[in-house]
């Protein structure tokens, strides 16, 4: 996964060169970053399905496979409108997410999946990985070896893959389509998706759009830029283990509380205090941390809705999700071509983490009563 991310979020870190050698847009800028997002998280879903009925082992072979050859491309395209094609199709890689969530949950029984989900998570350093290392590779050798260099690297890894790990034992029933998208029909599955909307959506966005923001409002140069959305990477994909263990012990849905209002108050430091990098900085680290942990906490009641459907669930929802990463992106954009700052995209987070915060509460309520209900009943 970690290679997978790496290619998947691998033009966020050049954007800016691409702006300059293309003399593109605010927003022509975010829609290169953010093309890879869509397909990356449409695709979750029948991936998710896929990867249950026919293995995931295979599948996610053949989907790191099928990711080298755009990047390969890429390498070689020589107008705009040729990245964006390119990029799209390089948002497959995006989709390994939902069948390593698929390929490991089997393993292991439910009381520890919120940790060992949180440790799947790592692989989010991909992020990082391309953070760091992209713009160095683009100032030394061009940006064709960006791609180029990465292509190899996801080459190599996936033989690794191959050769490293074994096919769980076929199940005796295999599901049609129609059975596999039959969670469609829980309530869980459609609050879960609006909360990792949020969590990884939010994610990603910072991921992918950060180092355009530090590059615009704080004259960051390319390299500085990728090593502070190192930073922001890392602190939230290690956090994601501990909101996985935490929901476990704690329960997820109270620990879902803490965090969303934790979100709520660093969106809105962070929306007035875009000239003061040092305030900004300490609340990015925060939100890091936050939208991490929210990550490990959201997917411990991901098994929970359909155990026999694991691959359908987790496409459903980290599909949702990863969408939640690409309009950010483009909003913000949109919004600093506009009004000049990017403090209305950060107000704007903050009243979705709020609507989030408050579904979260009712649901509890809903739970609590029910339950109550129950045992009155069972009492008469």
């Not at 939230?236 to 929901?247: S, V």
């Not at 040092?278 to 925060?286: D, G, P, Q």
């Not at 936050?290 to 959201?298: E, K, R, S």
């Not at 990463?325 to 000049?340: A, D, I, R, S």
């Amino acid at each position: 996964m970690v290679i997978s991310f790496a290619v998947w979020s691998v033009f966020s870190p050049m954007a800016s060169t691409l702006q300059e050698q293309y003399q593109l847009t605010e927003t022509q800028r975010s829609f290169i970053i953010v093309i890879p997002i869509l397909l990356g998280s449409v695709m979750r879903i029948p991936m998710g399905i896929i990867a249950d009925k026919y293995g995931a082992r295979k599948v996610y072979t053949l989907t790191m496979l099928f990711s080298v050859l755009p990047m390969f491309a890429a390498g070689f395209a020589n107008s705009y409108g040729a990245l964006l094609f390119w990029a799209f199709l390089i948002g497959m890689a995006g989709t390994t997410f939902t069948i390593a969530i698929t390929y490991v949950t089997k393993w292991f029984p439910a009381e520890k999946q919120g940790l060992v989900l949180g440790i799947i998570g790592i692989g989010n350093l991909g992020t990082a990985v391309a953070s760091f290392t992209v713009p160095s590779i683009v100032n030394f050798f061009g940006l064709q070896w960006a791609f180029w260099g990465l292509a190899f690297a996801l080459s190599i890894m996936t033989v690794v893959f191959w050769i490293g790990t074994k096919e769980l034992p076929k199940p005796k029933e295999v599901k049609t389509l129609k059975e596999a998208l039959s969670v469609t029909k829980y309530k869980a599955t459609w609050v879960l998706s609006l909360y990792y909307f949020l969590t990884f959506g939010g994610f990603v966005a910072f991921s992918f759009y950060l180092p355009t923001l530090l590059q615009e409002t704080f004259h960051f140069s390319p390299v500085d830029a990728g090593l502070n959305v190192a930073v922001f990477v890392v602190a939230a994909t290690l956090i994601r283990p501990i909101g996985g263990y935490l929901a476990d012990k704690l329960g997820a849905n109270q620990v879902i509380i803490v965090l969303f209002s934790g979100i709520i108050l660093s969106a809105s430091i962070m929306a007035i205090s875009l000239d003061n990098f040092s305030v900004f900085s300490i609340s990015c680290i925060v939100m890091a941390l936050l939208l991490g942990a929210g990550n490990g906490a959201v997917f411990k009641l991901v098994p929970a809705v359909s155990p026999n459907n694991t691959g359908a669930v987790t496409g459903i929802i980290s599909a949702i999700g990863g969408i939640g990463g690409f309009f950010p992106p483009l909003v913000m954009g949109m919004v600093k071509e506009v009004t000049g700052t990017y403090s209305s995209g950060f107000i704007l987070l903050a009243l979705f983490a709020a609507g989030c915060l408050l579904v979260n509460v009712f649901s509890i309520i809903r739970t609590s009563a029910t339950t109550f209900r129950a045992n009155n009943v069972n009492e008469n």
